[in-house]
């Protein structure tokens, strides 16, 4: 697995994001051991269908930020499809931390500078 | 005592492999009790509490998960899909407790397409969920869900597009600064997410969906069944911009937005549109299959259309020393349309659960439940404190 490390452009720009999106509100340091439960939109009440609604909700607003706000582009044989399914099999998974979902994503990604 | 079984049921896990506790570990348990000049009374006593505990069946579930996934991570790859949780139950006017298990499975082939501005997906489902107690009769949640979905879903919105790749370069350059910050929430780092926000502009967030579906209910032992085809409608909105009214609008987070203040978590009165709820609505034509309480109240199991709504709300609300408080609540409503008169009077006509839960990141909760759902004969009152242990 990637190590959560301030010179991996994929995990900085996760943690910017989650932050402004509200979801998480630690320092980059302490952000990637955190759990998707430990994250505002994880309802751990709600039933499968809802709990999948908000991962998706969130899983499209990740790669809208990160395409349109920051300028990333798809990995070679990655599509929005695929980039999206990834994150939201981590997304709904409670004990998936940060840094795995920074994992996914940069496998997804191509960030602005990398 | 807890304490005391807890150690014990760690004791097992440390001794156990691929989820299987043997005899010959518990007899070495038994000795190591005896050695220590506890008496046959109290050995029993701790094997029993042991043996009764949900932590050590999520602990053993868990094992088993990982060991599965190191072996064969494609063949066992759907029990990623399955969540299982061991737990106890007991109804409000019983004191009997009995073990017992939660359960939910989703699995979705989707595909997540962009048309120009518009964003969709189209996704086939399998959905299962419910509530098992290994003794029925104490089980306050004896509903079983089962169900094959179509879906096609609907984003609308969420970044502003500034196509400027000086933008991009500005936004990295804050963000090389912000992690290096220890508290994201000083003053130096709240220039810095301003100055950040100026070349990022997040915007409102739509989400909708359409999901035909075949569905089928059940208590825990399947003598009351009935199928339920229908067509749900899931909505969803986020406004990721604190300053915008739709963030303002959400009065659900109003007395959370008045914590977060008072205990210095947010330094003003900021409600989080990012926690606007979420909600299902299914109309369901139910036909009953198995319903014994129904066919005797009128006479006839003849199919019935249904309203269910289901809401889903949860927000931070502080953060203490290491701890993530958060509150979490979910209800669901359903109401049979034009109900017999003998339903209605019999009160199975609308059913409606409600549950809401104060949950730490390292897994204490205290949580309240109330209500009924379908197959239920009463409403049940449930408190519970606990603590979600995390191997």
Not at chain 1, 56 to 83: T, W
Not at chain 1, 99 to 104: H, P, Q, S
Not at chain 2, 321 to 335: C, G, V
Request: a negative charge; hydrophobic letters at 35%.
């Amino acid at each position: 697995m990637a190590q959560w490390s301030r010179n991996n452009r994929a995990c900085t720009t996760l943690w910017t994001t989650l932050y402004t999106m509200q979801q998480l509100t630690t320092n980059f340091e302490d952000s990637g051991a955190l759990t998707m439960n430990d994250l505002t939109f994880f309802n751990a009440l709600s039933g499968p269908d809802l709990r999948n609604q908000e991962s998706k909700i969130i899983a499209d607003q990740l790669d809208n930020v990160f395409r349109i706000g920051r300028g990333a582009k798809y990995e070679q044989g990655i599509d929005r499809s695929k980039a999206i399914s990834n994150m939201i099999e981590i997304l709904c998974d409670e004990e998936k931390q940060v840094n795995e979902l920074a994992f996914t994503v940069d496998e997804a990604y191509l960030f602005w500078g990398e | 005592m807890k304490k005391l079984y807890l150690i014990i049921t760690c004791f097992l896990i440390t001794f156990s492999s691929f989820g299987q506790v043997s005899g010959e570990q518990i007899n070495g348990l038994i000795k190591t009790l005896k050695a220590s000049g506890k008496s046959d009374e109290t050995i029993q006593e701790i094997i029993k509490g042991a043996i009764d505990d949900p932590g050590l069946y999520n602990t053993l579930w868990k094992e088993f998960i990982d060991q599965a996934n190191k072996q064969d991570s494609i063949k066992w790859a759907f029990l990623n899909d399955l969540n299982i949780k061991f737990k106890t139950f007991q109804t409000v006017d019983s004191s009997t407790i009995s073990l017992g298990f939660s359960y939910d499975f989703s699995f979705d082939y989707a595909n997540y397409k962009e048309k120009g501005k518009n964003r969709v997906s189209n996704s086939f489902g399998l959905k299962a969920l419910g509530n098992v107690a290994f003794n029925k009769k104490v089980n306050p949640y004896n509903f079983l869900e089962t169900d094959i979905n179509y879906s096609h879903s609907r984003f609308i919105g969420g970044v502003v597009q500034k196509s400027d790749t000086a933008y991009y370069t500005k936004l990295n350059e804050i963000e090389d600064k912000l992690i290096m910050l220890s508290d994201p929430k000083s003053e130096e780092a709240m220039k810095l997410w301003n100055e950040f926000g100026e070349y990022l502009t997040l915007s409102n967030q739509f989400y909708y969906s359409f999901s035909p579906k075949f569905g089928l209910e059940s208590n825990q032992d399947f003598s009351v069944t009935q199928f339920t085809p229908g067509i749900g409608i899931n909505l969803g909105m986020k406004s990721w911009d604190k300053n915008n009214t739709l963030s303002k609008l959400n009065i659900l987070d109003y007395p959370f937005a008045l914590i977060r203040l008072i205990t210095g978590t947010d330094k003003n009165f900021t409600p989080y549109g990012s926690t606007l709820p979420t909600a299902q609505i299914v109309f369901d034509y139910v036909i009953p299959q198995n319903d014994t309480i129904r066919e005797n109240l009128i006479g006839n199991l003849e199919p019935f259309p249904r309203i269910k709504i289901e809401v889903g709300f949860r927000t931070f609300i502080s953060r203490i020393k290491k701890e993530n408080i958060f509150f979490n609540a979910n209800l669901r409503y359903y109401q049979e349309l034009s109900a017999n008169s003998g339903i209605k009077s019999a009160d199975l006509d609308k059913h409606l659960y409600f549950v809401m839960a104060l949950q730490s990141s390292s897994g204490f909760y205290v949580s309240y439940a109330n209500g009924k759902l379908p197959f239920d004969a009463q409403n049940d009152i449930v408190y519970s404190i606990g603590f979600n242990y995390k191997f």
